[in-house]
DNA sequence: AGCCGGCGTCACGTAATTGTAACAAATCCA
DNA sequence: TGGATTTGTTACAATTACGTGACGCCGGCT
């Protein structure tokens, strides 16, 4: 479930640093110590994301990411490089060129963290539903629209991050503890009553269409397949 | 038959890095490291494309862009300039001499590839450019400027490129990570309210067509599809 | 130097949102 | 049937989110 990242990267407290904010994040991750090891590593698990250092002994980073695009099991790993600090600009947009981004050492771990998502997120992109459609509902995530019959409703962030939950399960019954573990977050900490409330407010806001979602007693609530 | 990309660029590592990811596309390319073999490598083999870098010894970018323009056999060559970031200014003026489209360093592959593919499909140059429009609104990526019912509006650097994300993904919600990702960068350390004041700046300057900017409360901003 | 435009941050006011409590209604089970 | 449990409904206070104006910093320009 976890995605995977495989670090390439020569300098072990690099990687260790690495492998321990990556872990944090809930990542699990492998490593590697010079080019050819992370080229196997590559190859055996493809992993979802590569971080490649550019100064590797052996190969050098440059010359793995060539080699991964040459293979079509493994072209499509998307390659996050590391490049070293004090290059010129241009430098570094060269380096950068055989792989989808790079970070310049030193690196805050805020900035690579959030690179790592950026480069992740594209390949998830097309199996991103655009439009959940249920009895008339319409829910657009990327827009954040909802229409019931045609008419736009006006729900609150929460309100629609209950609805897309109950749709994207449609059919199914949602516990109010996964509800409140999705759409709350799993660092919340209130009662499970609440999820009652913003039900009743979601159905208001529904009209008519309130009939789908449907309480499933002693269990959660359903949207109606 | 694979189409041509000429690169005019100095810089030997970027040159060979620019073909070694061109040729992985399925393109073929032509070198030149000056302005003036720029230019005659251009008249010669008219090729599909140019990656053009401002910054070239003798000849610079622009002047070569000028002189491909003054010629007919060479007017229609795609022109995509590498401008570094401190370069804004002079952007303005190369692509008001031709240039089909820019790209900022540094960039991603990633970027530079969607740029070339979007300038190819376009075909012939400055017959059709990119231009954003949306409830009046009109954004010209290339030329820098937006008009308002007509009326130019004088943005600074900031609310142009927040204006154009925007408007790039009309009809979707953006939020305030997403927006400071893009606009402000990865390495951008600040406060996500930031993006609010520089909404607010951006409202005040586009008037009327102010109500095409939406906010969506504990979302992001959207522009109405 | 002095000025100025652009930018990021801050403080404050307002309005929307949210979690909880309290009570009513519904449902279940013996 | 009656008590227990679960859910619906309503009200409300606290919190949050956003708009707004102002301030200070910085870098470029004169």
Redesign the interface.
Request: hydrophobic residues 35%.
């Given at each position: 479930m976890s995605q995977q990242i495989l670090i390439v990267e020569d300098e072990a407290d690099i990687r260790e640093l690495l492998r321990f904010n990556l872990e944090r994040e809930g990542f699990s991750v492998l490593e590697a110590a010079d080019g050819n090891e992370g080229l196997k590593l590559a190859r055996q698990h493809l992993p979802d994301l590569m971080l490649l250092d550019v100064m590797l002994p052996g190969l050098d980073g440059?010359e793995v990411c060539?080699r991964l695009?040459a293979q079509s099991e493994t072209s499509h790993i998307p390659v996050l490089m590391l490049t070293a600090k004090g290059e010129e600009?241009?430098?570094?947009?060269?380096?950068?060129?055989?792989?989808?981004?790079?970070v310049v050492k030193p690196f805050?771990v805020?900035?690579l963290m959030?690179?790592i998502r950026?480069v992740l997120r594209?390949g998830v992109r097309s199996s991103e539903s655009p439009v959940l459609e249920r009895h008339g509902i319409r829910l657009r995530p990327?827009?954040?629209t909802v229409e019931a019959q045609g008419e736009e409703l006006l729900l609150?962030?929460?309100e629609f991050r209950l609805l897309e939950d109950l749709l994207r399960h449609a059919g199914s019954v949602r516990t109010r503890e996964q509800l409140l573990n999705k759409v709350w977050g799993y660092s919340f900490e209130g009662y499970a009553r609440t999820v009652d409330t913003h039900v009743r407010r979601l159905r208001a806001k529904l009209g008519d269409a309130a009939s789908m979602l449907e309480t499933v007693r002693g269990v959660g609530y359903r949207i109606k397949e």
């Open positions: 440059f060539r695009g600009m241009d430098r570094v947009v060269g380096l950068s060129l055989g792989a989808d981004d790079y805050s805020r900035e959030l690179r950026a594209r990327e827009a954040h609150t962030a929460t």
